[in-house]
């Protein structure tokens, strides 16, 4: 904290219905979400900014709260009455962090406050994906805007190139590195999967997909298909969004279904189109993704919730009689209490609250942990002076496993974002690189490699040359790299009796399974309770939304 919490004046109410520590996303859109129904709400935060693990930050910034140094409370203070303080421990999320500048006369002191880095790169929305939807039903599209993800490619082992996705009808036919007889077979492909899904919304069996290749994996559904393997890849990795190789079953950690993969494939195919000003399936919010948690806070004060940042929780007030929860300490010395707790993730209770082996909300609670709670995510950040593709600025790049080195079992994405997004300066680039990990070395040998078939470090003394390195296609341009990050981070999920804990940001490209889990937490703390109920007058956000898109 930058300034003294004890001269902070005392807060009021000192009760809440509810009381979200940390303004991540998921805590953000909890709070909203109270808010709308009626709730009341303390929302507060140790850092001077939005966002938490969510935030956009500058370079310095984002460097500081890669590399926290956490202060344990040196007192808790007396106890109350009939309660008393259990301290609250910060936990780094973050490991194995690497930063390294390689052009500090270009990247100077005035352009590091020129970046938002996203912390949970890289990460776009689908148009018609669950948080497209939740921005509408809540009103908070109406504090954002958007721009599009103008292209997608899957890199191409054989010829170090990058290959164009084609997303739709009109796509396929203009693409040329596509043969006559790909087009076709993808064609017919996709128009099997057309019929399918209005097969399901019309109820005619005839063109629905049997449920037996339903419940195949995807891969064989493919093969079956008789999809040629450059085919199948773009569909597998970089429609799909597959994580792990789907060729090997018996290395593969999660192998996609039929289903599930059709699933995606509609997800893709309805964003194309839905709204007029987007150019593909993906957008990408003006200022960077810390923008979706502020809007979401915004919504919620307009609501009536209270906001206060640069304000820690040290301490849960646990009942003495009890021993169980009944409020917090913030480190301004009040006490506050409330009904329901979200924490943030990095918090960790210094001693485990009573409670009995078989507690039915414990357990209840269990089942909101994220699939990949045990694994970890490798990130990566870059910042260059020129763009992969010198006609396009904002685009997806997938790496198929094995198309890196034969070992690679994971699927890379990468997310190039140039100025005209408001994220760095004008004329740089960020690139953002994640992968799915076990370990930090693991993690960090599959971002290297995607860096290095992509980038080039400056030759000494010329931060700003690019290298021509051929390939098998054509002679291509590598831009030069100016500054680097790597960092592992945890995916970490706790919950201790009626207090809950937000998820971390996992390892997909959109939100959609991140706010299953906050939107089915909401629905644990109030059963009966609708999300963002509709009022009965009702804002037109989808409006606000559409001409909030830019191409």
């Not at 899904?197 to 049997?210: M, N, V």
């Not at 039929?258 to 995606?264: E, V």
């Not at 600025?393 to 974002?417: D, G, H, K, M």
Request: with cysteine.
């Amino acid at each position: 904290m930058s300034e003294d919490a004890s001269s902070y004046p005392p807060i009021e109410p000192t009760t809440f219905d509810l009381i979200v520590v940390g303004t991540g996303l998921p805590g953000s859109v909890i709070a909203a979400a109270a808010s709308a129904n009626g709730k009341t709400v303390l929302h507060v935060d140790s850092n001077p900014f939005y966002g938490s693990h969510f935030a956009s930050l500058p370079l310095h910034d984002l460097s500081t709260f890669l590399n926290p140094h956490f202060t344990p409370p040196s007192s808790t203070a007396s106890d109350g009455d009939d309660h008393t303080p259990v301290a609250l421990i910060q936990r780094p999320l973050y490991s194995d962090v690497g930063i390294s500048c390689h052009a500090p006369e270009v990247l100077t002191a005035e352009h590091s406050r020129k970046f938002n880095i996203d912390l949970c790169g890289p990460r776009v929305l689908f148009c018609a994906d669950k948080s497209i939807d939740l921005m509408l039903r809540s009103g908070a599209s109406q504090y954002m805007e958007f721009k599009s993800i103008e292209a997608s490619f899957v890199y191409d082992e054989s010829g170090r190139r990058l290959v164009s996705v084609p997303d739709s009808r009109s796509a396929i036919f203009k693409d040329k590195s596509l043969g006559l007889t790909e087009k076709n077979q993808l064609m017919r492909f996709f128009k099997l999967v057309q019929q399918h899904l209005a097969g399901d919304d019309s109820g005619a069996e005839t063109s629905r997909i049997s449920e037996e290749d339903l419940e195949s994996p995807f891969v064989d559904f493919l093969k079956k298909m008789r999809l040629p393997p450059k085919i199948k890849s773009i569909i597998l990795y970089a429609i799909a969004m597959a994580d792990y190789d789907q060729e090997n079953t018996e290395i593969c950690e999660d192998v996609l279904t039929t289903k599930d993969g059709i699933d995606r494939l509609a997800l893709y195919n309805s964003s194309v189109g839905r709204f007029p000003d987007a150019l593909g399936a993906m957008v990408y919010p003006i200022y960077g993704q810390g923008e979706l948690p502020q809007a979401f806070c915004r919504r919620a004060a307009v609501k009536g919730c209270i906001h206060v940042l640069r304000m820690p929780v040290i301490a849960l007030l646990m009942d003495k009689c009890t021993e169980h929860y009944k409020g917090v300490r913030l480190s301004s010395g009040q006490d506050l209490f409330c009904h329901q707790l979200v924490l943030d993730p990095s918090f960790t209770v210094q001693l485990p609250l009573a409670s009995s082996p078989r507690d039915p909300l414990r357990e209840s609670l269990q089942v909101l942990g994220l699939r990949d709670v045990k694994r970890k995510v490798a990130r990566g950040i870059c910042i260059t002076r020129s763009s992969l593709r010198p006609d396009t600025s904002n685009f997806l790049v997938v790496y198929p496993p094995r198309s890196l080195y034969p070992e690679q079992v994971t699927s890379i994405r990468a997310l190039q974002i140039g100025s005209g997004l408001a994220v760095c300066p004008s004329g740089m680039f960020v690139l953002y690189f994640s992968t799915l990990c076990h370990d930090a070395d693991q993690g960090k040998e599959l971002l290297h490699a995607a860096m290095d078939a992509l980038l080039m470090l400056p030759e000494s003394g010329h931060p700003e040359s690019n290298t021509t390195v051929q390939s098998d296609i054509a002679a291509e341009i590598k831009p030069t790299l100016l500054w680097k990050a790597l960092y592992i981070q945890d995916l970490t999920m706790d919950q201790f009796e009626s207090i809950s804990y937000t998820p971390m940001p996992d390892g997909n490209l959109n939100y959609n399974d991140l706010l299953d889990v906050t939107l089915k937490l909401f629905q644990k703390i109030y059963p009966h309770e609708e999300v963002f109920p509709v009022t009965a007058s009702p804002e037109n956000p989808e409006y606000d939304y559409e001409s909030s898109l830019e191409s």
